[in-house]
């Protein structure tokens, strides 16, 4: 099946330092989305970046599509970035998602 | 716009149970999808409509598990006989039914199963 694995699997940051997180993939992919999640929240898209950069607020996403690799980075982080970063990507035309198992990120006042 | 809305947030159910979830889609959205979330396998696909056909459907949750979708506005996830194994956050999508479209995550049902 796809394999997608992100790193650091949780990261502890003090507030206003910047957090990077990585995501690998096996496959191809024609998609791929940053997603967050609070503790016992569900899934918000944070970015959709299959190729490139692409910047929004404080994140900046990376993505190599040939080397099969993505980053988000975090600027100044806050304590309310605390939560799960997940990565996914898409491998066909079909819109399904593959996930990692996720970057688990505390930020401490 | 709503987003996608899921029934009931939390449902506990004794082994052996049937127990139906319910997903509305985002308005216009035909792609819905399912996944189910444990901390040990990570997020997982369970189905996966286009306009109300089945695409897709995770091999391994085929026998107790079905999903229909009646309408393009509404679907179900049925799970039967449930076990305790399946305790879990299940987690409806939808996106727009075009290529490497973004996808919208319902709020999740909580599923324990005693």
């Known amino acids: 099946g796809q394999q997608v694995q992100q790193s650091p699997a949780s990261l502890v940051l003090q507030e206003g330092e910047n957090a990077e997180l990585q995501c690998n993939f096996s496959?191809?992919?024609?998609?791929l989305q940053w997603f967050y999640q609070s503790p016992g929240g569900s899934l918000v898209s944070l970015l959709s970046?299959?190729?490139g950069t692409k910047h929004t607020g404080r994140l900046t996403s990376t993505t190599v599509t040939k080397e099969r690799r993505s980053s988000l980075h975090i600027s100044s982080s806050q304590t309310t970035d605390s939560g799960t970063y997940l990565c996914?990507?898409?491998?066909?035309?079909?819109?399904?998602?593959?996930f990692g198992s996720g970057t688990k990120l505390t930020v401490e006042p | 716009d709503a987003g996608v809305t899921q029934t009931p947030r939390h449902e506990v159910a004794e082994k052996g149970q049937t127990i139906i979830l319910k997903c509305e889609p985002v308005?216009?959205?035909?792609?819905l999808f399912w996944y189910r979330q444990t901390k040990i396998q990570g997020l997982e696909l369970l189905s996966y409509?286009?306009?109300?056909?089945?695409?897709?459907d995770g091999g391994a949750f085929k026998d107790r598990f079905k999903a229909e979708m009646l309408n393009s506005s509404f679907s179900t996830l049925k799970i039967q006989p449930t076990e305790p194994k399946d305790s879990a956050v299940y987690l409806c999508?939808?996106?727009?039914?075009?290529?490497?479209?973004?996808?919208?995550f319902g709020p999740g049902t909580r599923l324990t199963v005693l």
């Open positions: 996914a990507i898409e491998v066909s035309n079909y819109n399904v998602l593959y």
């Open positions: 999508a939808s996106s727009l039914e075009v290529n490497y479209a973004e996808q919208f």
């Open positions: 970046n299959p190729s």
């Open positions: 496959s191809t992919a024609t998609q």
């Open positions: 308005s216009g959205h035909n792609d």
């Open positions: 409509f286009r306009s109300k056909s089945l695409m897709e």
